[in-house]
């Protein structure tokens, strides 16, 4: 029996301050032992190419609830908090692309 394994990407477009789109793919989610969620995004290329030439940072947001309830992701302001997390990421990521 063949296994089925779905291949797609997670992608998300998301809207900047100035309204500008850019779609990202999600690498990892973390939630805290206080239930606070995170997300480590990439930019998406749709062209592999531009993926090797971009200089590309991991990207870190916040899941909060806006007015209707709704999840939303919001950048981290606090730099405690960006580095705490954003240090969880990198060991998490490394350990599986380091196994890779």
Known sequence: M?????????LY????????E???ELMDTYETEEG????????????PEEMVEADT????LRSEEDENGE????????DDEYERIGKI???RLSEVYDDE
Do not use: H
């Open 36 to 47: 606070e969620l995170y997300y480590a995004l990439v930019p998406y290329y749709d062209n």
């Open 71 to 78: 999840e939303t992701l919001a950048s981290i302001d606090d």
């Open 89 to 91: 990421f990198m060991d």
């Open 22 to 24: 850019q779609t990202f």
């Open 2 to 10: 063949a296994d089925n394994f779905d291949m797609s990407a997670d």
């Open 57 to 60: 940072e991991l990207v870190i």
């Open 13 to 20: 477009t998301l809207v900047d301050e100035e309204g500008v």
